[in-house]
Nanobody
Framework: QVRLAESGGGLVQAGGSLRLSCAAS????????MGWFRQAPGKEREFVAT????????YYAESVKGRFTISRDNAKNTGYLQMTSLKAEDAAIYYC?????????????????????WGQGTQVTVSS
């Protein structure tokens, strides 16, 4: 399994922006799907965004579409989540996840159960 470490969380005013990073180690993420999930207090972990190994395929939760951008730099073994126009309801612990996709085809996952590697999470707090 690849090891993941998120960074970039913090306190931001509503309407502001943050960029989360997910640094991978132990293995190259070149063939891994990467995903971002979040969990707010008292709520279940929810899907945010996912990106295929080459970046050609991307999918967002409706709640963040148009505001968040997922990307990756395989040369740096790092994934990113650019968050703009942040709202109070975006406050949560954000987790990155990774998993190899299928048998050579390109695609992505959106269910947390499909991902085998997880980071420890980074807190995002949005003040109104």
């Amino acid at each position: 399994q690849v090891r993941l470490a998120e960074s970039g969380g913090g306190l931001v005013q509503a309407g502001g922006s943050l960029r989360l990073s997910c640094a991978a180690s132990g293995r190259s993420i070149g063939r891994y799907v990467m995903g971002w999930f979040r969990q707010a207090p008292g709520k279940e972990r929810e899907f945010v965004a996912t990106i295929s190994w080459s970046g050609a395929m991307i999918y967002y939760a409706e709640s963040v579409k148009g505001r968040f951008t997922i990307s990756r730099d395989n040369a740096k073994n790092t994934g990113y989540l650019q968050m703009t126009s942040l709202k109070a309801e975006d406050a949560a612990i954000y987790y990155c996840a990774a998993e190899i996709y299928g048998s050579g085809a390109e695609g992505f996952y959106i269910h947390s159960s499909d991902f085998g590697s997880w980071g420890q999470g980074t807190q995002v707090t949005v003040s109104s």
